[in-house]
């Protein structure tokens, strides 16, 4: 009897977590959607949205305009003001910081250009605390913060969001996300990714990518970044280094150097200096 109860308690909050994903990543839903999506009946449904509806993570209306005859059913819609995370976007030339609330709503966005002064760590880390401080500062009283993220245009060691090589800025075995997770001083772990494979995650389960499998994702900004969904998961390689496409060599016999110290990579040969090159030397920011 124990063990039973014990996997009705499992279903339960698995369906739970279900039910969460599908408003966060759909945006508001009404009933009998979440019904047929989940495979679940209605009685099924409307207890587990009482549970979200009670906890603060949804809440649930009437539709505005059905144009049906009948009883319509109840939209569930997202929390977005009570329920956010902290997002950091780290580029070469600039940094960027936003509160996201539930649902994938940005409620709250900070920027700031960054030097391009080499290994700076610190300044990068007191910039984005202090944003993330403003914004939680503003965020209602009754709002919980849930996760911090961040994005950085490096080769990142998963686990403790460690910087093993930033080519275009010189961080070599920076720790970025312990760093950033004790001067935030909010309690929570700072999940900290490469921008592209994070890019490529984006498109999958938000942008052009819904529904598909598979996808290649590329990022031209200052470098060139890539990620690859297989089967609907990241293909992360070997300790999570893999896919970057930027260092890809595509011109091994007279290839320009790129900063990773090889000759010939996707980066280099197309990257912001060889545009910059090829307009008279102006190195300047392509949009």
């Not at 759909?26 to 949205?49: H, W, Y």
């Not at 940094?95 to 539930?102: E, F, H, I, S, Y």
């Amino acid at each position: 009897m124990l063990k039973a109860g014990r996997s009705q308690e499992e279903i339960r909050r698995r369906n739970l977590g279900a039910l969460l994903r599908h408003v966060h990543l759909g945006g508001p839903l009404s009933r009998t959607e979440l019904a047929d999506r989940m495979g679940l009946n209605r009685s099924t449904i409307m207890g587990l949205t009482g549970e979200l509806t009670s906890a603060g993570l949804v809440r649930e209306e009437l539709p505005r305009d059905t144009g049906r005859a009948g009883r319509p059913s109840l939209m569930v819609r997202p929390e977005s003001e009570r329920v956010y995370v902290i997002a950091f976007d780290v580029r070469v030339d600039r940094l960027v910081a936003a509160r996201v609330g539930l649902g994938g709503t940005v409620l709250d966005r900070r920027e700031a250009v960054r030097p391009r002064a080499g290994a700076d760590l610190d300044d990068v880390v007191g910039t984005l605390a202090g944003f993330a401080r403003e914004m939680y500062r503003e965020a209602p009283p009754d709002a919980v913060c849930v996760g911090v993220g961040a994005a950085y245009c490096g080769m990142i060691r998963p686990g403790d969001g460690m910087v093993r090589f930033g080519p275009n800025m010189g961080w070599v075995d920076q720790a970025f996300g312990t760093e950033l997770g004790l001067r935030l001083g909010l309690g929570l772990p700072v999940s900290v990714g490469n921008e592209a494979h994070l890019g490529a995650l984006a498109e999958h389960e938000r942008g052009v990518g819904v529904g598909f499998q598979n996808l290649v994702y590329l990022h031209g900004d200052v470098g060139v970044g890539g990620g690859i969904i297989v089967g609907g998961k990241l293909l992360g390689g070997d300790g999570g280094y893999g896919c970057e496409l930027g260092h890809m060599m595509v011109n091994p016999y007279n290839g320009r150097p790129c900063g990773c110290g090889s000759r010939g990579c996707l980066e280099a040969e197309v990257g912001e200096h060889r545009l910059g090159d090829a307009r008279g030397g102006h190195h300047q920011r392509v949009a």
